[in-house]
């Protein structure tokens, strides 16, 4: 099965590098300048346990001064016409459950996406997509953590990480989903709550990935 094409890290509030990575290797990024501060000495790990992926980024201030952001981890897969997709929604507090939905109408260099866009679909527990060509984003605020990839040849990727109920996410969202043009790949995405880091200190963000048959 082949699922995960490679594994990045995005800094929020600066430049950013990818490194791609087989499962069951580790390695590492370039030191980054950002505002003044460095986060250096970052890695990814990645370990397998009982059919379970365990993929952790580290990032270290390794500068003098404080450094504000969080860790965007991005997972490239390649979709069919067959293969769907599904971020499982709710599971907040139960007298207070929200479901948060970011739309990025235009970001980027150009980049666009529709409000109307038929590739989207949402259901009573879920938001569910597929690729038929045209570009889009969403983020959302899924308590769950959860995004699905479903195809009838390959299986169930699923890959999850923690929720943190009071800390700060990008527009409040902790999860976001790309679907690029001419459906060459679909990203999921994963965010970490946003932190200020001290020279010195560490943001960790820890996600799991499954493959499931059927």
Same mark, same amino acid.
């Given at each position: 099965m082949s699922f995960p094409s490679f594994e990045g890290v995005k800094l929020l509030n600066g430049t950013f590098d990818y490194s791609t990575s087989g499962l069951? =290797?580790? +390695? &590492?990024?370039? +030191?980054? +300048?950002?505002? =003044? &501060?460095?986060v250096g000495a970052t890695t990814l790990s990645v370990t397998v346990s009982d059919g379970v992926w365990t993929v952790a980024h580290e990032l270290r201030n390794t500068g003098t001064l404080l450094w504000s952001g969080g860790a965007w981890a991005l997972t490239c897969t390649l979709p069919t016409t067959d293969t769907r997709y599904r971020v499982p929604l709710g599971g907040g507090p139960a007298g207070w459950d929200v479901a948060t939905i970011a739309i990025p109408l235009r970001w980027g260099d150009g980049h666009t996406s529709r409000l109307d866009d038929p590739q989207f679909t949402l259901t009573a527990d879920a938001m569910e997509f597929r690729a038929l060509g045209d570009e889009a984003k969403r983020m959302v605020r899924a308590p769950q953590g959860v995004l699905e990839m479903r195809d009838p040849e390959r299986g169930v990727f699923r890959k999850r990480t923690e929720f943190v109920t009071d800390a700060t996410y990008p527009l409040d969202t902790n999860l976001a989903v790309y679907l690029g043009p001419g459906r060459f790949m679909v990203e999921l995405e994963t965010m970490s709550p946003m932190r200020t880091i001290a020279p010195g200190g560490t943001l960790s963000h820890v996600e799991t990935w499954t493959v499931q048959s059927g």
């Open positions: 069951g =290797s580790t +390695s &590492a990024f370039t +030191s980054l +300048s950002i505002n =003044s &501060a460095k």
